[in-house]
């Protein structure tokens, strides 16, 4: 199993901006497909941004807002602008052999996820 290490993390105010790094131990099949979920207290884990090949997927919420990209390291990143309270929650990486635009949300698909990130956004 790969194993998922984020960092980034933090405290900013709101309209701030912050970026989430998530570094694999290998990369593989298994991590063809990289993705970005949060979740906070007594809410389901939701899908944030995904990245598979050229493609990239966002929540409605962060379109526009968020983006994930990978460089020539092949470390996964969230950059978040604009934060707002409602995007305070701890930020997990995850990584599946594929993901497509219909189930890339879907928790299932992921076989590797990292230990998680806070990021807390005050007003």
């Known amino acids: 199993q790969v194993q998922l290490v984020e960092s980034g993390g933090g405290s900013v105010e709101v309209g701030g901006s912050l970026r989430l790094s998530c570094t694999a131990s290998?990369?593989?099949?298994?991590?063809?497909?990289m993705a970005w979920f949060r979740q906070t207290p007594g809410k389901q884990r939701e899908g944030v941004a995904a990245?598979?090949?050229?493609?990239r997927y966002y929540a409605n919420s962060v379109e526009g807002r968020f983006t994930i990209s990978q460089d020539n390291t092949l470390t996964l990143y969230l950059q978040m602008n604009s934060l707002k309270p409602e995007d305070t929650a701890v930020y997990y990486c995850?990584?599946?052999?594929?993901?497509?635009?219909?189930?890339?949300?879907?928790?299932?698909?992921?076989?590797?996820w990292g230990q998680g990130t806070q990021v807390t956004v005050s007003s």
């Open positions: 995850a990584a599946a052999r594929t993901c497509a635009s219909t189930n890339w949300r879907s928790l299932g698909v992921y076989n590797s």
């Open positions: 990245r598979s090949g050229i493609y």
């Open positions: 290998r990369y593989t099949v298994s991590t063809s497909c």
